[in-house]
Nanobody, 128 residues
Framework: DVQLVESGGGSVQAGGSLRLSCVAS???????IGWFRQAPGKEREGVAA????????YYSDAVKGRFTVSQDTDKNTLYLQMDSLKAEDTAVYYC???????????????????????WGRGTQVTVS
């Protein structure tokens, strides 16, 4: 199974920035891959995700315009650049991947955590 390892979380003041990274152990699971988050007492939700063929990107309304998802395919690495952070962005952020297919072109599914099979352990982001 693919292994996903996140890094880059931490504590930051409101208005600041962080960049998360997720390294995947297998290239074939980087075609449909994304970031999700879970705050205490809340359900896990989609943040940003991407499908590489054809290129499709999902952003939740809560982060649109502030967060940017990108990939370095040579390094099997997914990034999440988070700018203008708010207190409500505080959560554990998870990287997740699935074997790519036509479903990845459907934005609602691309951003749905239930569609993903492989998960990292998560990295804490705290905004104060």
């Amino acid at each position: 199974d693919v292994q996903l390892v996140e890094s880059g979380g931490g504590s930051v003041q409101a208005g600041g920035s962080l960049r998360l990274s997720c390294v995947a152990s297998e290239e074939e699971y980087t075609t449909c891959i994304g970031w999700f988050r879970q705050a205490p007492g809340k359900e896990r939700e989609g943040v940003a995700a991407t499908y590489t063929g054809p290129h499709t990107e999902y952003y939740s309304d809560a982060v649109k315009g502030r967060f940017t998802v990108s990939q370095d395919t040579d390094k099997n690495t997914l990034y999440l650049q988070m700018d203008s952070l708010k207190a409500e962005d505080t959560a554990v952020y998870y990287c997740a991947a699935a074997y790519g297919g036509a479903w990845c072109r459907v934005l609602k599914m691309l951003g749905d955590p239930k569609e993903y099979n492989y998960w990292g352990r998560g990295t804490q982001v705290t905004v104060s």
